[in-house]
């Protein structure tokens, strides 16, 4: 986005920051500043960011701000509320995500932790226009105040849910326990509310979303040869409990259907964490699913990755599972329960050479899971 931003309007642009992995090495005016912030949890660079990106907007104020936002913003732009530190912000959040609380929750408290989500950077600005790339697919499908924490648009949510989110996640830290409660008796000021005038000139379109990838998925496989279906359904909740969910919805649309056949789903799922081990989503969600590809009775193979090519906090986009995957891991002397159990699925594919490495690619719509059937 930022690089065709660029290319169209540089003229245009007073001033302007891009953060996100690996803006450096892209293809960007001169005098805009770049930073490269951390995710899923923010760092030293997020707050700069998050504290620059407040600055510009309240020196646009005579002009318009044009912001394009995409998942993620919400590790990467982060600017902590007055009393709340960033080590309260990431023990936050890995608290919750560590818990499998689900985008919406999570970015319902963190709103309540910052100075700029929650509609406070449109607030700044007088006039704003977001562009957003989506990866919010429940409750509701790109809902543009969970986007990046909603920086652009009123909240409609409140302390009182941050804090009933937050009081039932093990490990959220005390201080913020605190400011919440605080934020619910009312003592803080609440973040930008629907119908606040300060938001009048607040516009925001959403131009990509878990269907584009969808879309462009399907048209490939069609174009190699495959029969095509598209799974409507979002894959969500608990990854091990999707992917069974996904591989029954999968063997209904595969009864009678020509082959080979390409079953494409697409989502985001949540991983309660019990175990010390090294994954993510994607890659707990293939492992679930490995052990039944074997019942289409032909030879089938699961891929799940995210779409901004970073799965959890690892360098791989996800994995491939197939119909042989347990046996070819018995081979290996790798034990798949015990790597679910534990939440260590990134050693496991790493062993048998099936972990999705991508690098980042500079989108995020979610993740999404193709399924062929031979």
């Known amino acids: 986005m930022a690089v065709a931003f660029g290319q169209l309007f540089s003229e245009q642009v007073e001033r302007a920051l891009v953060a996100g992995p690996r803006v450096s090495a892209m293809t960007l ?31 646009s104020r005579d002009r318009w701000l044009a912001v394009l936002l995409s998942g993620g913003a919400s590790s990467m732009l982060c600017a902590p509320a007055a009393g709340v530190t960033l080590e309260d912000k990431m023990a936050a959040s890995k608290a919750l995500m560590d818990a499998g609380v689900a985008i919406d929750a999570v970015n319902c408290v963190r709103k309540h932790l910052s100075a700029i989500k929650g509609g406070q950077l449109a607030a700044a600005a007088g006039r704003s226009l977001t562009l ?13 105040s969970v986007i990046g924490s909603g920086p652009t648009v009123a909240d409609p949510t409140t302390f009182g849910a941050a804090l009933k989110i937050a009081a039932g996640a093990a490990g959220v830290p005390a201080s913020v326990i605190r400011r ?82 390409c079953v494409l789903a697409a989502g985001e799922t949540t991983v309660r964490v019990v175990g010390s081990g090294k994954g993510g989503r994607s890659q ?20 799940s990755a995210g779409t901004d090519g970073r799965d959890g906090p690892t360098d791989a986009a996800g994995a491939i599972a197939d119909s042989t995957t347990i046996e070819r891991a018995k081979r290996a002397g790798l034990n798949w329960e ?37």
Do not use: C, M
């Open 29 to 59: 005016p001169a005098t805009w500043q770049v930073f490269e912030p951390a995710h899923p949890f923010p760092d030293r660079v997020s707050v700069e960011a998050g504290e620059r990106a407040l600055r510009l907007a309240r020196q």
């Open 132 to 144: 957003a790339i989506s990866d919010v697919h429940h409750p509701i499908a790109d809902d543009p």
């Open 338 to 374: 015990q790597a679910l159990a534990g939440n260590d699925t990134y050693p496991f594919f790493a062993a048998l050479g099936d972990l999705i490495i991508s690098g980042p690619t500079g989108t995020n719509v979610g993740d999404v899971q193709v399924l062929l059937i031979a």
């Open 284 to 303: 707990e969600l293939a492992l679930a699913a490995s052990p039944h590809l074997r019942s289409f009775g032909t030879a089938a193979v699961l891929a």
């Open 180 to 261: 919440l409660e605080s934020g619910a008796a009312g003592e803080l000021n609440e973040t930008v509310k629907p119908g606040d005038l300060r938001l009048a000139r607040a516009g925001v379109l959403v131009i990509g979303n878990r269907q584009t990838a969808l879309d462009g998925a399907a048209r490939r496989a069609a174009a190699i040869g495959y029969r095509v279906t598209v799974i409507d359904d979002v894959t969500q909740g608990d990854a091990r409990e999707a992917a069974g969910l996904l591989l029954a919805r999968a063997e209904q649309v595969s009864r009678g259907s020509a082959r080979p056949l």
